[in-house]
T-cell receptor, first 113, second 113 residues
Framework: DGGITQSPKYLFRKEGQNVTLSCEQNLNHDAMYWYRQDPGQGLRLIYYSQIVNDFQKGDIAEGYSVSREKKESFPLTVTSAQKNPTAFYLCASSIRGGEGIQYFGAGTRLSVL | GENVEQHPSTLSVQEGDSAVIKCTYS??????FPWYKQELGKRPQLIID?????GEKKDQRIAVTLNKTAKHFSLHITETQPEDSAVYFCAASRGGNTGKLIFGQGTTLQVKP
C-alpha cells in the first residue's frame, strides 16, 4: 500500500465548516489529482496539478480548493460552499509526461454531520 | 466536452463465462486507454491499458480491443472467477504531458460461483 497516502480514512464535516483532506506521495511523481466518487457516477476530476505551485480546475471544482507547495503533497479543502460534500475522495499521482498511468491512494470518505 | 460512456452499468455472469464491457469516447485526440479495477472498499488499480497505435492487447485472461475509427474500446475477461467481481472503469486520455484521464461511469461485475 506504499506510494500514496491519504488521511484521514473517515472524516465528518459540520455545516459551515471547511475540512482538509491530506494526500502525500513518495513516488517522485510530478502530477497529482483529486477525484470525487459517487455511486453510479464514476470518478470525477476536481483539481489536478502538473507541477509544484501550479494547478488546474477539473470538471467539478466549485466548492473545493487545493494547494501544491511541495512536490509530494496535494491537500484538498472542502469548503462550506460545497453543499453536497458527502462522497468518497480519491487522490492519485502520475509521472508528468508519462503514459498517463495513475496510482491511487486508499481514499477518504467524507460525511456531513 | 470530453466524455466517456461505459456500458453496461451492471453485469452478472456465471463463473467460467466471459464478460465484455464497452466504452465509447468523444475526443478524437485520445490516444491512451486504461482500465481500472476497484474491489469493494479498495483503491482503483490499473489492470490493462492500450495505446492508439495498437488494436488489441492481451494479458492472461483479460484483453482490450480498440477501434479508433468508431472511437470505441472494450474489455474482455475470459474464464471469469469470483475474484473478478469488482467495479471496472474505463478511461481515455490524450497522453503526453497532461495525463488527464476522463473516466467512464463504471461497471459493477458480479461473478456467481
Amino acid at each position: 500500500d506504499g506510494g500514496i497516502t491519504q488521511s484521514p480514512k473517515y472524516l465528518f464535516r459540520k455545516e459551515g465548516q471547511n475540512v482538509t483532506l491530506s494526500c502525500e506521495q513518495n513516488l517522485n511523481h510530478d502530477a497529482m489529482y483529486w477525484y470525487r466518487q459517487d455511486p453510479g457516477q464514476g470518478l470525477r476530476l476536481i483539481y489536478y496539478s502538473q507541477i509544484v505551485n501550479d494547478f488546474q480546475k477539473g470538471d467539478i471544482a466549485e466548492g473545493y480548493s487545493v494547494s501544491r507547495e511541495k512536490k509530494e503533497s496535494f491537500p484538498l479543502t472542502v469548503t462550506s460552499a460545497q453543499k453536497n460534500p458527502t462522497a468518497f475522495y480519491l487522490c492519485a499521482s502520475s509521472i508528468r509526461g508519462g503514459e498517463g498511468i495513475q496510482y491511487f491512494g486508499a481514499g477518504t470518505r467524507l460525511s456531513v454531520l | 466536452g470530453e466524455n466517456v460512456e461505459q456500458h453496461p452499468s451492471t453485469l452478472s455472469v456465471q463463473e467460467g463465462d466471459s464478460a465484455v464491457i464497452k466504452c465509447t469516447y468523444s475526443d478524437s485526440a485520445s490516444n491512451y486507454f486504461p482500465w481500472y479495477k476497484q474491489e469493494l472498499g479498495k483503491r482503483p488499480q490499473l489492470i490493462i491499458d492500450i495505446r492508439s497505435n495498437v488494436g488489441e492487447k492481451k494479458d492472461q485472461r483479460i484483453a482490450v480491443t480498440l477501434n479508433k475509427t468508431a472511437k470505441h474500446f472494450s474489455l474482455h475477461i475470459t474464464e471469469t472467477q469470483p475474484e473478478d467481481s469488482a467495479v471496472y472503469f474505463c478511461a481515455a486520455s490524450r497522453g503526453g504531458n497532461t495525463g488527464k484521464l476522463i473516466f467512464g461511469q463504471g461497471t459493477t461485475l458480479q461473478v456467481k460461483p
